[in-house]
């Protein structure tokens, strides 16, 4: 049996500075950490927020950076691991990215989003080469951000690399609620995984967010949900439950037996 305790901090999408992004990441792994959880993820471009590409231009970072070490150093103190939204500079790109820094601050994985789904997207990311996956605490885990998810074949290919645990910093309108309602449990029941989806909290009628980030499981089920407020959903997860779901269907193998043409 392999557990996992997983907090997905559902932050106010507030404009902040570089000093309020990481006082206010400090307090969350520190409070996840009090709770019990092993890994925080954060939204969607945390670092910048979310639709503004002078602050995304402003705010982009190079691996090895003085605020990504900084994150670092916080993963290492609360002793959480951290998924850290941020845009990220690279051979003169900017790229939607996701640093996934371990319980020891030791950056374990750095993803950059595929799929571009507007204007503001496009006019200022380029696209990602797609998942990989690593180990957290002996867990087979793969990022991918927001939009990405709306696609079978990405989550797919996590899952044939051999993901257990899909982990997405998003930023999803309430118009898409869909999304965190359906297309998200229905994500994790097809492949066979655990989804941990992080979106921004809802600051009120008129939000830009849902609020309702949620913890799916294999089974099809969400086993914790936002409710719009900021703060921490937590839920502990068991890997044993997705082989237990591939005894009753292996989606995986069986979709081998057959072609579609």
């Known amino acids: 049996m392999t557990l996992l305790t997983i907090a997905l901090f559902q932050a106010n999408p507030k404009v902040r500075s570089i000093d309020g992004v990481l006082s206010e990441l400090e307090v969350a792994t520190k409070d996840a950490a009090q709770s019990g959880a092993e890994v925080l993820v954060t939204p969607e471009l945390f670092l910048s927020g979310y639709g503004c590409d002078i602050s995304v231009k402003a705010n982009a970072q190079m691996q090895g950076s003085p605020i990504l070490k900084e994150v670092s150093k916080i993963a290492k103190a609360s002793g959480v691991g951290i998924v850290f939204g941020y845009p990220e500079i690279f051979e003169n790109n900017i790229y939607n990215s996701a640093s996934v820094f371990d319980q020891n601050g030791k950056l374990i994985n750095n ?9 503001f997207e496009k006019s200022t990311f380029k696209v990602g080469d797609g998942p990989e996956v690593f180990e957290f605490k002996g867990i087979k885990c793969a990022i991918l951000i927001c939009y990405d998810l709306e696609f079978p074949e990405l989550a797919r290919r996590a899952a044939h690399l051999g993901a257990e645990l899909i982990l997405v910093p998003t930023a999803l309108r309430p118009k898409w609620r869909l999304v ?3 297309v998200v449990a229905s994500r994790a029941y097809e492949n066979a995984v655990f989804i941990g989806y992080c979106d921004y909290a809802s600051d009120g009628p ?3 967010y849902t609020g309702c980030s949620t913890i799916s499981a294999p089974t099809g089920e969400h086993v914790m949900r936002g409710t719009g407020d900021e703060g921490l959903i937590i839920a502990q997860i068991d890997t044993d439950l997705a082989k237990l779901r591939m005894n009753d269907f292996d989606f995986l193998s069986d979709i081998e037996t057959f072609q579609i043409k």
């Not at 993803?111 to 204007?119: A, D, F, G, M, W």
């Open 180 to 182: 965190s309602d359906v």
């Open 206 to 208: 008129n939000s830009k």
């Open 111 to 119: 993803y950059r989003k595929v799929t571009l789904p507007n204007k």
